[in-house]
């Protein structure tokens, strides 16, 4: 089991910021990708953007130029970031963290509203 930690939704205005981190501890090594997707109300949920443990990136088309992931690995903790920038209210969703660890496990952080007013 990987327990994530989810942190930094919220509420912003259209062209605002935000930065969500999902943090997995003790799975230093063990992680192949980690990712972030969202689900806005009765849509399915979708990819927003992974990043792979030799840093190779993956992005949906509505987010590139807009959205960074990145990732670092400390004191025995992968934590994963997802910069958020120009947001749309169409970014309105719950967004959750993603890992899929090398062995095939794959483990869903708990979800983080965001919410973008217009």
């Known amino acids: 089991q990987v327990p994530l930690v989810e942190s930094g939704g919220g509420v912003v205005e259209a062209g605002g910021s935000l930065r969500l981190s999902c943090a997995a501890s003790?799975?230093?090594?063990?992680?192949?990708?980690m990712g972030w997707y969202r689900q806005a109300p009765g849509k399915q949920r979708e990819l927003v953007a992974a990043?792979?443990?030799?840093?190779?990136?993956?992005?949906a088309d509505s987010v590139k130029g807009r959205f960074t992931i990145s990732r670092d690995n400390a004191k025995n903790t992968d934590t994963v970031y997802l910069q958020m920038n120009s947001l749309k209210p169409e970014d309105t969703a719950v967004y959750y963290c993603?890992?899929?660890?090398?062995?095939?496990?794959?483990?869903w952080g708990q979800g983080t509203q965001v919410t973008v007013s217009s």
């Open positions: 993603n890992v899929n660890l090398y062995r095939g496990d794959k483990y």
């Open positions: 990043i792979a443990s030799g840093s190779n990136t993956n992005y």
């Open positions: 003790g799975s230093i090594g063990s992680i192949a990708i």
